[in-house]
Structures are given as structure tokens and as C-alpha cells.
């Protein structure tokens, strides 16, 4: 078997039925294939039936084609499974930023309740807004605050969540911040003062998407292993 997939890495490789009937051939098949030879499929083909010609493969060779499927379904598995945990992997893995996390969840989970129970906070705010279709408005958001702000509590696709809070918090700032500056009695040094909550909120947010959920998160946890060469 060592052999057969050392003498993979240069050229393709004769596979005879000694081979396919060997217990580890699978395993060693797709070691030798996926990483010494391109996995396109004319390669892998004519790696299979170097010595048996794809018009004679039976029965008997039926085990050289469930490699080559499984194969493929397990690259394609592979690729979308390495996708998905960058994008849930942690890039700084301390347990710390579970307190970034943990400001940030509550803020916007209370928010998100106080805008069903408190109409000075849901309906009256966004009709004096200017939204049409105050109500509706004022639970959507609501709505998306709870939920999001409790998957980044848990740290369960804490960059995804955190995608729809920071659109709500630029919102919030551009629609009930920014037109203080325009307003008399008010200016500048007043919006900054008003606006320190959701700047930090903001930051955060930016924080949590650069650098993930931290090590205590579920993220961490579905992610896997961090790949050798960014170990600590």
C-alpha cells in the first residue's frame, strides 16, 4: 500500500484487482488521489483503469468506481465543510472575548424586549422616526435583536449574527444620532455624548466579526481543530 501511493505522487498508477481487493484500499485510494494527483475526473479515471479499460470494468471492478464516487462526494463535503468553518472558526481563540460577547448580547437582547413591551421604545420611536408601518418596523427589528443578540450570547455563527445588529445600530445612529447635529441646542458635543452606547455597541460588533466568537463559543467548538500552521 505504501508503496502504491508513494508511486502515486509522481505519475498514475496501475490498479489491479490484488488492489481493489486489498481491506485498506479505499482509504488509501483516496489518500493517494487527493493528494498527489489533481482530482479531476479524467486523471482519476484513467488512474483507475490504467490497467483494466473502462469498457471491461464489471462486477468484478465495481468497488474502483464506488471509490471514484465517494471520492468526489467526500471532496465536495470537504470543501464546503472548510468554507463553512472559516467562517465560524475564531481568528483570536481567547476565552476573554466572551465579555465582548456578553455586553453585546444584552444590550440588544433587552432592546429587542423592550421594544414589544414599550411602546415609547417600539412603536411611538419609530413613528416619530418617520418609518412607515411603525409596528411592524419596531417588532422586525425587535425581532432580529433578540435572536441575533442571543446566538452571539452562545457564540453559535456569531459572524452571521452579528452582520444584522450592526445594520440595525447604523440605522439607528444615521436616523436618531446624526440629525442631532442639526438641531438647535443640541450639535455636536451633544450627539457624542448621546451616541457613546451605540459607538461602542458599533465597535464591538466590528470586533466580533473580524475576530469570531473566542474559545468559550459553540463556534469554537463546530469549527474543529485550528489547522497546524496557525496553532499556538
Not at 463535503?77 to 476565552?95: G, M, Y
Not at 416619530?128 to 435583536?145: C, D, R
Request: aromatic share 10%; charged share 20%; glycine share 6%.
Amino acid at each position: 500500500m505504501h508503496d502504491w501511493v508513494e508511486g502515486a505522487r509522481t505519475q498514475p498508477v496501475p490498479v489491479s484487482a490484488k488492489f481493489l481487493n486489498h481491506p485498506e484500499a479505499e482509504d488509501c485510494f483516496l489518500a493517494g488521489v487527493v493528494k498527489y494527483v489533481q482530482p479531476d475526473q479524467p486523471r482519476v479515471q484513467a488512474l483507475v483503469a490504467r490497467q483494466h479499460p473502462l469498457r471491461h470494468i464489471g462486477n468484478r471492478y465495481r468497488l474502483s468506481i464506488i471509490i471514484l464516487l465517494r471520492m468526489a462526494g467526500r471532496m465536495e463535503h470537504d470543501s464546503v465543510r472548510s468554507l463553512w468553518s472559516k467562517v465560524i472558526r475564531p481568528a483570536w481563540c481567547s476565552p476573554a472575548v466572551i465579555l465582548i460577547r456578553l455586553a453585546v448580547s444584552l444590550i440588544f437582547i433587552t432592546q429587542g424586549a423592550l421594544k414589544y413591551i414599550d411602546p415609547k421604545m417600539g412603536v411611538d420611536r419609530f413613528t416619530k422616526i418617520g418609518f412607515s408601518h411603525p409596528a411592524f418596523i419596531a417588532h422586525f427589528v425587535g425581532t432580529f435583536e433578540i435572536v441575533c443578540g442571543f446566538l452571539v450570547l452562545i457564540g453559535l455563527t456569531t459572524r452571521i449574527a452579528a452582520i444584522p445588529l450592526l445594520i440595525i445600530i447604523c440605522t439607528a445612529i444615521a436616523t436618531t444620532k446624526i440629525p442631532e447635529l442639526l438641531k438647535p441646542n443640541q450639535g455636536f458635543w451633544f450627539m457624542v455624548s448621546d451616541a457613546r452606547t451605540d459607538f461602542a455597541m458599533l465597535m464591538s460588533l466590528v470586533f466580533l466579526i473580524v475576530s469570531g466568537a473566542g474559545s468559550w463559543s459553540f463556534d469554537s467548538d463546530l469549527a474543529g481543530p485550528r489547522p497546524p500552521e496557525v496553532k499556538k
